[in-house]
């Protein structure tokens, strides 16, 4: 069984910066294959916003977040985080880290976390 905790959402002016974390709990016989960070604002569609993938440290970003947000992992707190910088109105949005356990899937999660709100001001 795999239990994520979010923290670190909150309410930003635009053009400031947060750090979302995600820290995994997770039986010792399994691996998270892959770590990740999904948004939903209302009435719009949830979209993935990056992922990272634990054998290669590979990332993976939406259009929308290149070049502002960066996904990073500390291995040895079972952690990944989500930096986003140059935060607009538009990524006003409850995020939710996901990890896979068996094979990744962009369009489903093995596990989620409970989501935490971010809110940018203009």
């Known amino acids: 069984q795999v239990q994520l905790v979010e923290s670190g959402g909150g309410l930003v002016h635009s053009g400031e910066s947060l750090r979302l974390s995600c820290v995994a709990s997770?039986?010792?016989?399994?691996?998270?294959?892959?770590m990740g960070w999904y948004r939903q604002a209302p009435g719009r569609q949830f979209n993935q916003v990056a992922t990272m993938f634990s054998s290669t440290g590979s990332t993976k970003y939406a259009e929308f977040v290149k070049g502002r947000f960066t996904i990073s992992r500390d291995i040895s707190k079972n952690a990944w985080y989500l930096q986003m910088n140059n935060l607009k109105p538009e990524d006003s949005a409850v995020y939710y880290c996901?990890?896979?356990?068996?094979?990744?899937?962009?369009?489903?999660?093995?596990?989620w976390g409970q989501g935490t709100q971010v809110t940018v001001s203009s």
């Open positions: 997770a039986a010792p016989d399994i691996s998270i294959n892959a």
């Open positions: 996901a990890a896979w356990t068996v094979n990744w899937d962009p369009a489903d999660a093995d596990h």
